[in-house]
Every structure is written in C-alpha cells, then in structure tokens.
Nanobody, 127 residues
Framework: QVQLVESGGGLVQAGGSLRLSCAASGRTVTSYTAGWFRQAPGKEREFVAAISRSGSRTGYNDSVKGRFTISRDNAKNTVYLQMNSLKPEDTAVYYC????????????????????WGQGTQVTVSS
C-alpha cells in the first residue's frame, strides 16, 4: 500500500494559480501510476490528470487541458498538480490517487483503477 497526503489547496480568485502537492509514503513511489481527481458539491468524483511511473507520459481531462500540468519528483516521493487560469468551475475537493495499473491511455484513469486515495484538499475559486 501507499499512503498519500495532499497539500496546497486554498482560496484563489479566477485567473489565479495554485500548486497542489501529494506526498507519498509506503511502497516505492516509482511502482505506481499517479493521478488527481476532484469532486464538487453534489457531483461525482471526476478524473483530472494522470502521470506514468517515470513521468514521461501524462493524460488530462479535456476541461483542464492547457491549464493544468501534472508532474512528479520520484526522488522526493511527490506528485504535483500545477493549476493555472483557474475558473470558478474548478472549485472542488482535489484527491491524489495511486494505481498499480499500467495505462495505455493516461487520460482514461478511472475510479476502478485506483488502489489508494489521499484525504483531499479543498480548492475554491472565486469569481
């Protein structure tokens, strides 16, 4: 198992930026695919972004493509989500996720692929 702890959420105005971090412990960080999901009030949890074990491959939800960037620093056991040009509709609790699956398409990471979840961090974008 891997334990995940998110940080970096907060309140930001529309057009602003935030960087989320996900610190991992437990199994070797390079043994899993990492991803970010989000859940807005009254809505289902949705995929945001995913990254391969080496960091060489990524995938994004179309709604964040070009604005969000997922990355990882395996030496620090940390995965990041850089969020730019934030919109009010990005408001949600953001969850870090780990999957033991090898993906052919990193934009297709689903709930069923996830083995471990973080506790979530709130991101609020004001208009």
């Amino acid at each position: 198992q891997v334990q995940l702890v998110e940080s970096g959420g907060g309140l930001v105005q529309a057009g602003g930026s935030l960087r989320l971090s996900c610190a991992a412990s437990g199994r070797t960080v390079t043994s899993y695919t990492a991803g970010w999901f989000r859940q807005a009030p009254g809505k289902e949890r949705e995929f945001v972004a995913a990254i391969s074990r080496s960091g060489s491959r990524t995938g994004y939800n179309d709604s964040v493509k070009g604005r969000f960037t997922i990355s990882r620093d395996n030496a620090k056991n940390t995965v990041y989500l850089q969020m730019n040009s934030l919109k009010p509709e990005d408001t949600a609790v953001y969850y870090c996720a780990a999957s033991w699956n090898y993906m052919s398409d990193y934009s297709a990471l689903g709930h069923g692929d996830v083995s471990s979840w973080g506790q979530g961090t709130q991101v609020t974008v004001s208009s």
